[in-house]
């Protein structure tokens, strides 16, 4: 009979530890993710990877009421996942860049994958 010790893989000469990125710029990125952790936020990312939107572009997209994706679109600028430049009297909301476009692609590709496995 084995023991479950023996069965372990062997960890000795394995490679060397990732160097990681300082305290400061893993903290930042604690901040995306969680940001971008609600349902409603990531439909929103989804929706202005396509192109600048308004408020109320955004409400009929996702059928939500204004106030919500209003208070979704403050966390997701706190973070520093959009931005708002006023166009007369609306604003125009966009991605600050593409990479947080493809954390959420990928998330949302791997959370169909892992349904499509649990069938």
């Known amino acids: 009979m ?3 010790a023996e069965d372990a893989p062997d960890c000795a ?12 710029v893993m903290e930042g990125a604690g901040e995306i993710l969680r940001a971008l952790a609600a349902p409603v936020r990531i439909a929103i990312v989804l929706q202005l990877q396509e192109g600048p ?6 409400v009929e997209a996702l059928d939500a009421t204004q106030p919500l994706i209003s208070q979704h679109l403050r966390v997701l ?8 430049d006023r166009a007369g009297r609306e604003v125009l909301y ?4 593409d990479h947080l476009a493809h ?4 998330a949302v590709a791997h959370a169909e ?3 499509g496995a649990d069938r």
């Open 2 to 4: 084995s023991h479950p």
């Open 13 to 24: 000469g394995s490679a060397a530890p990732a160097e990681l990125p300082t305290k400061q």
């Open 53 to 58: 939107r308004c408020v109320h572009e955004l």
């Open 77 to 84: 600028k706190s973070a520093g996942v959009v931005r708002g």
């Open 94 to 97: 966009q991605l600050i860049d």
């Open 103 to 106: 954390i959420v692609i990928d």
């Open 113 to 115: 994958e892992q349904s």
